[in-house]
């Protein structure tokens, strides 16, 4: 994962507010809206040479720019799903339930770090914020909450426009699980939110 990031300023030459995108601290590109649509400007890097990110990284960020610059949100009625007629979630579990490495009493999924990270990314997709995780360890007695490492970004994040919430939610999960143990045994829970305020254990 990079560092791309977004920060909005006020800039007098636009008349309104631009977004900069920096990466490490360096402004590699701007956003602004105008009467046409919302426009996103990358400049070379030292060497000339073009700037490269992945691309749900890049969708995190451009969805926080969308939030800033304040440019058009989808209904929550209308919120993205997978195939026609099904609810993001359901697209979620398609893909990825059988990929949980154990189940819990009430059927919650304990995900591997790498498999947490692609629901993340699919989220993006989705239409879908990651709202909780928390880490535990797997053993052959059970699953212990592993301390220092639960999160409810809902709760942190409550009372933002859904789609400022969805960027800010789904970058901090990104931030926490970038930093999290990969270590043998050591799983995630998840919860998602959709654009309609309800929330979903994975």
């Known amino acids: 994962m ?30 602004y809206e105008d009467d046409d649509g919302l426009f996103v400007e990358f400049y070379p890097d030292e060497d000339g040479n073009a700037w490269v990110f992945d691309a749900a990284d890049l969708q995190r960020v451009l969805d926080t720019v969308r939030a800033m610059l304040g440019a058009e949100e989808p209904s929550p009625q209308a919120a993205p799903a997978g195939e026609e007629g099904q609810h993001p979630v359901d697209a979620l579990a398609m893909q990825f339930d059988h990929l949980a490495a154990k189940r819990g009493e009430e059927d919650e999924g304990f995900y591997p770090l790498q498999v947490a990270a692609a629901i993340l990314a699919r989220c993006a997709d989705l239409g879908l914020a990651l709202v909780y995780v928390e880490g535990v360890t797997i053993h052959r007695d059970g699953i212990d909450p592993v301390p220092g490492h639960k999160a409810d970004l809902g709760e942190t994040n409550e009372g933002s426009p859904f789609a400022l919430f969805q960027a800010e939610c789904n970058t901090q999960a990104a931030a926490l699980l970038e930093r999290w143990p990969r270590e043998p045994g050591f799983a995630v829970a998840l919860e998602v939110q959709d654009a309609t305020g309800e929330r979903f254990v994975l």
């Open 2 to 31: 990079s560092d791309l990031r977004a920060r909005d300023r006020h800039d007098p030459e636009w008349g309104g507010t631009v977004v900069d995108l920096l990466e490490e601290d360096r402004v590699v590109g701007l956003a």
